[in-house]
């Protein structure tokens, strides 16, 4: 029976994932109000550190407001850098950032949408920009 000829009829019809605004599958970066980095899942699986904990190297570009992000044993060694430790859930300390930016964590949570690999010193690190 159609819907014109039962007009009480209740058809449900499901949310979609862009109704529910989900990003599933998404690589992306978040600083969060606390002022933690926070890794997608799908970053994780591709740095190949899903449910343990690993250590990573980020580099910025304040111009162009990009962070880069690369697993530390994919590069020999990056001068002068610290390495910070992602835990299994995803979340390192991002406070670096928020200084390095002029953000606040009161005004968090930041996103930083993923642009692309960019080869730098040999290594393919994942480029994330700020978004607006």
């Not at 926070?38 to 449910?51: A, F, H």
């Not at 690369?70 to 992602?86: E, F, I, Y």
Request: charged residues 25%.
């Amino acid at each position: 029976m159609s819907q014109e000829s039962n007009p009480g009829k209740i058809t449900l019809t499901p949310l979609t994932v862009d109704d529910l605004g989900a990003r599933r599958g998404v690589r992306s970066v978040t600083l969060d109000k606390q002022g933690r980095l926070c890794l997608s899942r799908t970053l994780r699986r591709d740095l190949g550190i899903v449910d343990r904990s690993e250590h990573i190297y980020v580099s910025v570009d304040l111009a162009q407001r990009v962070i880069g992000i690369v697993k530390s044993d994919v590069v020999n060694n990056v001068v002068g850098a610290g390495q910070l430790k992602v835990s299994k859930r995803g979340y390192a300390t991002g406070r670096a950032l928020l200084r390095k930016f002029g953000l606040t964590e009161a005004g968090g949570p930041y996103r930083f949408d993923y642009v692309g690999k960019l080869d730098s010193g040999g290594a393919d690190w994942f480029a994330f920009r700020l978004a607006e």
